[in-house]
């Protein structure tokens, strides 16, 4: 390779160079700043949910257990469907509407057991947590769903009052926590559900009881109703599944505020993606930059003065050895750069769809 006259050239503050001091050199005089390779970004979370999270028309975003009744009865078709594989969807659609943060919980009753005399003790005493409360989330929870079935006797008022003690320290800013009972039939197991609800609802959380009665007769609704009642709730019937899924649902507001939601919250996205992969295509491109133009720069300056007789050529080759061990560390440093804000996007991202999945289930089918 020829040299030019107006190569560049070290400044001559040395006789001669180790390689160390070559390559301390050549970067003092020729080497080109990083740390604007590493731009600064911001990444944003979702919007703010278009108005407060409600349950059964009631404000609600603490915290809540939902209890399925898997007694006997449960087992039962309709319209074709059996009504605890009801139960089960509309349970994960209240989990995927729950407002981020809310604490939930699932128990199942009367799943233990079958509803034969022979069995009952075994049966009433079949009351289980199965999931939670903890923060809303689904895939967990189908698993224990999946493997739920209905079988025996109806222990209301266990139920109601283990709800309850799951929630004594969940109460949050004000808002009680609440119990969301699906039920079709009424207490078998000798309890008192209208007392344990005022139990519940009258504890230090000052819980709420509500009761959603699923495919029950009109005399059934009405001792339900007392039983909501006595805990502070209401009381709502579900004649078939499409009527369950609507009343075990979270809302938030009307749909054009949900759309709305759902267009800012996509535009955020895209800005965050902006944002990131900006940032991350800059400092890949700006370092690449700075690897070229330093190796072109030291070949011309160790030509320069091998020819000048300043410096051997194995001098030069072992202060490149240097250099080339910078830039792989610099090439490093770039790539977890890149990939820290490739992670970032995707898990703040990920929670936005998260929200407004939430969000826009809430208007999905509606009666």
Known sequence: MAISADAPTLSPKRTSWTSEELYDDFLAEFGQGVEACFSNYRLH?????????????????????????????????????????????????????APRGAQVGVLAFGHQGNNNESEKALSCAGIEMLS??????????????????????????????????????????????????????????????????????????????????????????DVLAKVAQAGGGVFVHAANEHELAAHLRVTYVDRDGAQAYDAAALKI???????????????????????????????????????????????????HGFLKGWHEELETEMHAFVDQARAELERINNRIDRDRRRVMSAYTDLP
């Open 269 to 319: 996205k895209k800005e965050n993606t902006s944002q990131a992969m900006g940032a991350a295509n800059h400092a890949t491109t700006c370092v690449q930059d700075i690897v070229h133009h330093e190796s072109d720069q030291f070949l011309a300056v160790t030509q320069s003065m091998v020819n000048a007789g300043q410096i051997d050529a194995a001098t030069a080759l072992e202060a």
């Open 45 to 97: 979370g979702a919007p703010p949910l278009p108005g407060t999270p409600k349950v059964l028309g009631k404000p609600w975003s603490s915290a809540a257990v939902v209890a399925i009744d898997a007694s006997g009865s449960m087992q039962r078709h309709l319209d074709g469907t059996r009504k605890i594989m009801m139960a089960k969807t509309a349970v994960r659609q209240f989990v995927r509407s």
């Open 132 to 221: 939670g409360p903890t923060p809303a989330t689904r895939k967990p929870l189908s698993k224990v769903l999946d493997s739920l079935q209905a079988k025996g006797w109806t222990p209301l008022a266990g139920a109601i009052m283990a709800a309850g003690q799951s929630l004594d320290s969940l109460a949050k800013d004000g808002q009680p926590p609440i119990v969301l009972v699906v039920s079709d039939g009424l207490e078998t197991c000798g309890g008192d559900p209208v007392a344990a609800a005022k139990t519940v609802h009258e504890s230090e959380s000052e819980t709420i009881v509500n009761i959603i009665g699923f495919d029950v007769s009109l005399p059934e609704r």
